[in-house]
Structure formats: structure tokens, C-alpha cells
């Protein structure tokens, strides 16, 4: 015998109608669904699960990769008080040193995140971060470019893991199609880094010359303590995998396991770490995302001459500082909201084509002109196109190469890495003797986008997206 359907009613007891009913449970459901992402949920218990993953995963992840992009970039921001006096660079060398971090980052990038698997990556990315941290601050005791580039060489050994660790506990814990808002959410981190980096850097500077230290050198130590703190926090508040996360309670640890359990593409159970790197290494989806994201990235190259450009417009150091901060911060918004609309509609193609067109136009313009208001107008633009794309490819990896977590973690940890190789190369685009057009670095940046283009079909046929 089928249940009896009470009727709805309203807050003063009188019986709704159906019509009224349907409306009313339509409306109770749309309260509850999930606020982020194209997978709508009706389940108040999944609701609420990701919501509690949200606030104990997302500020702690997020705090991490901010000053790890604080830290590695905060040598663009020395250039710009004594460092190059103090250690004597010439010629190339400041270029070199910028260079070197991203070596070091490729060589133990791809090796470090085969045990993510093996190890504890709260214990893992929490080690990793004590010591870049203490690598950060020793920074302020370098006293030429050999003790500089070795520092930065080491920087980016320890900073490596990071990332591709944050992607694969982002990858356990969130379903495809809540991913894409996650990992922009985490991106921020990067934008922000930068876009605050200089405000930081301005009251940091003001301690120029007490106790005989340079402001640049209280820059790194400074920065440095405050990210040792952090990475001792994260010791006890990153998580493991869901059956193991110590502040979900019984219930949700199953919850949290079965659904993304039931989420993984054609699940082919346990595999060891080096049959995972192989799957990822025969998987031709792979190497397409390598391309795609060694161009993005290629483009996003400026990051590390960022106040050393706007210093071209004309203005004192202290306005300087304070322009870097604009571009990253509309940057940002734009991000979150685009992979949000990327990962609601569960489209990927138009979302990518779109940002990367306007980050063409806004290299083309910054080279094209030396007007100072389209100049800056022009550094907006690239800063917006290029950094609204990111979060939605490396998602788009993540939903296409997990067939296996081993497999995803090393695609991740794969693409990473050879994408971020494109650092190595792109500091010497922007040699001062370029200034103040940068016309090589902007032409470059400018045609990079065109292999998204040209791959875009491929990678449209071999996934789903």
C-alpha cells in the first residue's frame, strides 16, 4: 500500500494547495542545494557534509598556497628596493635567480608527488612547508648571487610538492563537478599573493636600515616566520582521505568516502604508485593538458616582472606598490566567478577561449602603445584573461585522468610541473633593455594563447567536457 501524501501547509496552518505544495517543496530544496558547482544535491546530509569540508579544507589550503606564492615572489618585490645593489647582479643574473626556482620545482616535482599516495599529505605538504619556509628566510642572509641562487634553487625543491599535494586532497574529498570552483576558490590564493604582495612589501620596506638590515632582507625574514607558523597549524588540520579525517564524525567519513567513490571515472580499485605514473604517461589527454598548460602558463610568465613593468608608468616606489594591487584583485573576482559559471554549466571550451582572447588583447595592447592610462588599462586585461583559465583546466585534468587516485595524482603532478617548466624560460623575455614596452615578452605572451587553439579540438574530442 502506497504512503499517504499529506498536504502542505502554510505557517498559519492553513492546507496549501498542490500547486501551492509543489512550490513550496520546490522552494525548501533550492534552500538546501549546493551553492557551488553542476552537481545540484538534495541530500541535507551531502549538503551539509560539504559545506563542513569547505571550512576545514578550503582556509587552511588557501593560507598555504598564498604565501607560497608569497614567498617565491617576493624577490620581484626586492628588486625593486637594494637587492641588486646589495649582491651586486648584473646583467642577466636577477633573471637567473627567478629562473632557477622554477629548476629545482621541475626536477622533484613529478617524484615528490608519487608518494602523495604513500604518505600522509597532511604530514607530507606540512613538512615540505616548515622547510621552504626556513629556506625563505635564510634568503635575507644571502650576500651574492651565488648565496642567492642557491637559495632560490632550494626554494623551489621544497615548494614543489605543494601544489600538486593541494589538487589530489582537493581531487579526494570534492567530485568532479565541484571541482572546478574549489580549485578556483585555492587559485585565488596565487592572485591574491601577488596583489597584496606589494602593499606588504610597502610597510615592510619602511624597516629599511634598522638593526642594519635591509628592508628587502626583513622582507624575507618576515615572510618567512609567518609562513613557519602556518605550517605548523597545518600539521593538525589537513586531512588524509575521508575515512581518516579526524573531524568529520563516523557517518559523514563514509559519506564523504561513497561519494566520491561512486564520482571516480571507470574505478579500477587499489594500483600501485608506479602503475599510476605510467597509465598517466601512455594517456595521451595527458600530454594534450602538458601543451595546453605549459602556453597558459608561458603567458602568465609576467608575473615575476609585474611591479618591475609598472615601475615603466612613471611613479614612485611607493605608488608602484600600490598599482601592482588593482589588476590581481579584479583578477581574482573574475576567476572565481568564471569558473563558477564554468563549473555550473559544466562547459570548459568557451569559458578557456574567452579568457585567453582577452588576454591577447591585453598584451597586444601593452606593447602597442605608451600611453600610461592604456597601458595600465592593458596590464588589467592580461592579469584578468590569464588567470581566469587556470582553475578550469586543471580541473578539467582532474575529471578526465581519474580512473585511478594514483593515476590522477601523477597526471596532476605531470602536468604541474612540465607546465610550470615554462617558467624557466620566459624570465628572459623581459631584459631591461626591453623597457618600457616589453615588446618581446608582450608578442610572446600575446601568441602563446594560439596553442589552445590549436589543441582544443584534439582534447574537445578525447573527453567528455
Not at 172 to 180: G, I, P, S, V
Not at 303 to 311: D, H, L, M
Not at 398 to 406: D, G, K, L, P, V
Request: aromatic share 12%; charged share 15%; proline share 4%.
Amino acid at each position: 500500500m502506497s504512503p499517504t501524501i499529506q498536504p502542505a501547509k502554510s505557517g498559519d496552518g492553513a492546507v496549501l494547495s498542490p500547486i501551492h505544495t509543489e512550490n513550496v517543496l520546490k522552494s525548501e530544496v533550492e534552500e538546501r542545494r549546493d551553492y557551488s558547482g553542476a552537481r545540484e544535491k538534495t541530500d541535507p546530509r551531502e549538503i551539509a557534509l560539504v559545506r563542513k569540508l569547505d571550512w576545514w579544507i578550503m582556509p587552511i589550503l588557501w593560507l598555504m598556497y598564498w604565501l607560497n606564492y608569497l614567498d617565491r615572489n617576493a624577490i620581484a618585490l626586492a628588486k625593486l628596493n637594494t637587492l641588486e645593489e646589495d649582491l651586486n647582479l648584473t646583467g642577466s643574473q636577477y633573471q637567473t635567480c627567478v629562473s632557477i626556482l622554477f629548476v629545482g620545482y621541475v626536477i622533484v616535482g613529478i617524484p615528490a608527488n608519487m608518494v602523495v599516495t604513500r604518505i600522509r599529505p597532511s604530514i607530507w605538504m606540512a613538512s615540505c612547508m616548515t622547510v621552504w619556509a626556513i629556506i625563505s628566510g635564510l634568503t635575507a642572509i644571502a650576500r651574492n648571487y651565488t648565496g642567492l641562487l642557491l637559495t632560490r634553487f632550494f626554494l623551489g625543491i621544497t615548494e614543489a610538492p605543494y601544489y600538486p599535494g593541494a589538487l589530489y586532497i582537493l581531487a579526494t574529498f570534492y567530485t568532479r563537478k565541484e571541482l572546478a570552483t574549489r580549485i578556483s576558490i585555492l587559485y585565488t590564493g596565487n592572485i591574491l599573493a601577488t596583489a597584496f604582495a606589494g602593499l606588504i612589501a610597502l610597510g615592510i620596506f619602511e624597516m629599511h636600515g634598522m638593526a642594519g638590515i635591509s628592508g628587502w632582507q626583513w622582507l624575507f625574514i618576515i615572510q618567512g616566520a609567518a609562513t613557519l607558523i602556518v605550517a605548523l597549524a597545518a600539521f593538525f588540520i589537513l586531512p588524509d582521505e575521508p575515512l581518516s579525517t579526524k573531524w568529520l564524525t563516523p557517518e559523514e567519513r563514509k559519506l564523504a568516502h561513497e561519494r566520491t567513490q561512486e564520482d571516480t571515472v571507470a574505478n579500477k580499485g587499489q594500483t600501485t604508485t608506479w602503475s599510476g605514473i605510467l597509465d598517466a604517461a601512455k594517456d595521451p589527454k595527458v600530454w594534450l593538458f602538458v601543451a595546453m598548460q605549459h602556453g597558459h602558463l608561458g603567458a602568465n610568465g609576467f608575473k615575476n616582472f609585474f611591479p618591475t613593468a609598472i615601475r615603466t608608468l612613471g611613479f614612485n616606489q611607493t605608488i608602484t606598490l600600490v598599482l601592482t594591487c588593482p589588476p590581481y584583485l579584479i583578477a581574482g573576482f573574475i576567476s572565481i566567478a568564471w569558473s563558477w559559471s564554468s563549473g555550473r554549466y559544466n562547459e570548459r571550451t568557451w569559458h578557456i577561449t574567452i579568457g585567453k582572447a582577452i588576454a591577447v588583447f591585453g598584451f597586444v595592447l601593452g606593447c602597442a602603445t605608451l600611453n600610461t592610462g592604456a597601458r595600465y588599462f592593458a596590464m588589467c586585461a592580461f592579469s584578468v584573461g590569464t588567470y581566469s583559465c587556470n582553475s578550469i583546466i586543471l580541473g578539467w585534468v582532474s575529471a578526465t585522468c581519474s580512473q585511478t587516485r594514483e593515476k590522477k595524482a601523477c597526471s596532476l603532478a605531470i602536468v604541474n610541473c612540465l607546465a610550470v617548466a615554462s617558467f624557466i624560460w620566459t624570465p628572459y623575455l623581459w631584459p631591461e633593455s626591453d623597457e618600457p614596452r616589453y615588446t618581446m615578452a608582450m608578442s610572446t605572451s600575446a601568441d602563446l594563447p594560439r596553442w589552445w587553439s590549436l589543441l582544443r579540438r584534439q582534447i574537445g574530442i578525447m573527453t567528455d567536457a
